[in-house]
């Protein structure tokens, strides 16, 4: 993590532009979260780690616990719902076709976006229409409300939440943001890509050369951003993504099946079991094999090392899966277009 050195000065000014500078003595007996037991401990961590007490204080203070939140994390979709039902959240009419209509419009954008980061434009596309519907969905919540209720109400993954809340501190400053202003999802991530604060900080870029990333408001900058994080989480390009799966007459074991997300069996050991897939694969590389529900049967494949980076962006086999159903299918329509047009 970047030191939090000489930004903190910026924080308490957008702070006290935001009009959160109220009576100090006043806001750490009743104001928002600065009385709250773990939140003494986090900015007492904080301020030995060189952050500015006053301003995190202000920015405590203005947070607020929205039970909402608490509820949704409780139940994502990812752990409710089977590979069919998820599937018919994101693998629908509108969004394929708000997906070919956004690569339409930014076609030249994200045909630099795949150049320079070696990642699909139709990959670039899914993501950010799975993530807010091409910025028509990007989050209501207040991103410091979010993040300070998980952070501090929320001990299964407190640790986590209250690191982003620090990142957030330093992201305002360097961006010069309104802290008090950003909304986002109730995890707290922000813009066209959901990026949560330490991705806004390491993987956003400013692609459009004005000087400010801001995946917020930006489409250019969004596109560049998304293809950036799956360029530095090793997406390979060129490579496929799944492979298919074809059982022989040796017994299987269930265990096999959605045994993780990394891959760890190569497929020449997967073959040695009686699971062959496409012949054009290397045989060497890994693949982790999925059984994917549907109402009237099972589906499988073997995801490959692509497959496990798009699950960096979030750790979930049915959300990769959308991803990718959802590339394919935007990538055929926007192929037959331009040979329509004769592109």
């Not at 699971?275 to 549907?294: E, G, H, R, V």
Request: charged share 25%; aromatic share 10%; proline share 3%.
């Amino acid at each position: 993590m970047r030191r939090f050195v000489g930004k903190c000065l910026i924080v308490a000014a957008v702070l006290a532009q935001a009009g959160c500078a109220a009576n100090a003595a006043e806001s750490k007996s009743k104001s928002g979260y600065l009385a709250h037991p773990e939140a003494q401990k986090w900015l007492k961590e904080q301020t030995e780690a060189g952050l500015d007490s006053q301003a995190l204080e202000q920015l405590l203070a203005a947070a607020k616990k929205q039970k909402s939140i608490l509820e949704a994390i409780s139940r994502p979709a990812e752990r409710r719902l089977t590979w069919g039902e998820y599937r018919k959240i994101f693998i629908e009419p509108k969004r394929i076709n708000q997906g070919l209509k956004f690569w339409q419009t930014h076609a030249d954008v994200l045909a630099r976006a795949e150049k320079e980061f070696g990642v699909p434009a139709e990959v670039i596309v899914a993501i950010i229409g799975v993530e807010t519907r091409y910025g028509r969905i990007m989050g209501s919540y207040r991103v410091v409300d979010a993040l300070a209720t998980l952070g501090f109400d929320y001990p299964k993954r407190g640790k986590f939440f209250r690191k982003q809340l620090a990142e957030y501190a330093q992201l305002v400053a360097e961006e010069k943001m309104d802290p008090l202003a950003q909304k986002g999802s109730y995890a707290g991530a922000m813009g066209f890509g959901q990026f949560i604060p330490s991705s806004y900080r390491a993987y956003a870029v400013d692609f459009d050369g004005d000087g400010k990333r801001d995946i917020l408001t930006n489409r250019v900058d969004a596109i560049g951003s998304v293809a950036n994080y799956f360029a530095r989480h090793g997406w390979k390009s060129g490579e496929p993504v799944l492979g298919t799966v074809k059982f022989g007459d040796k017994a299987i074991d269930d265990s096999w099946f959605n045994a993780g997300l990394k891959p760890k069996v190569s497929l020449t050991e997967w073959a040695e079991r009686g699971i062959a897939t496409d012949s054009s694969l290397a045989a060497s590389q890994p693949a982790t094999l999925m059984k994917m529900k549907m109402k009237d049967g099972d589906l499988y494949w073997l995801g490959l090392h692509n497959f496990y980076v798009i699950t960096r962006y979030n750790h979930s086999r049915l959300y990769a899966m959308a991803v990718y159903e959802l590339s394919q299918i935007i990538r055929e329509k926007y192929q037959q277009q331009q040979v329509a047009k004769g592109a």
